[in-house]
Nanobody
């Protein structure tokens, strides 16, 4: 019954790298786009990156460009978020999302439960 399941969150030090994964199932498999959002303590949800079903339609937020990389394994119905040079401000719960594009904007129909990333100084 679970549509999206994230994993890979951890406690790391500043400068470290970490890769998150998200496995899709059920209705989420039919989504045009999958991606990642995050929510830092006391802040609103923030878009991180997205990727299309064919590995196209890739888009990164400005803070993620050149540092975070999104990819997809179609055989496993899984997307990944490789995060490099992590900083304390990257500390957040990271959520996998699946949905559709309306213009260039991603609208989310399914959410994962979140996986926590903590970056220490």
């Amino acid at each position: 019954q679970e549509q999206l399941v994230e994993s890979g969150g951890a406690l790391v030090q500043a400068g470290d790298s970490l890769t998150l994964s998200c496995a899709a199932s059920g209705r989420a498999l039919s989504s045009d786009v999958m991606g990642w959002f995050r929510r830092a303590p006391g802040k609103e949800y923030e878009f991180v990156a997205r990727i299309g079903r064919a590995g196209d339609k890739i888009l990164y937020s400005e803070f993620a460009k050149g540092r975070f990389f999104i990819s997809r394994d179609g055989a496993k119905n899984t997307i990944f978020l490789q995060m490099n040079s992590l900083q304390p401000e990257d500390t957040a719960v990271y959520y996998c999302a699946a949905g559709r594009l309306v213009g260039a904007v991603m609208f989310t129909d399914y959410w994962g439960q979140g996986t926590r990333v903590t970056v220490s100084s």
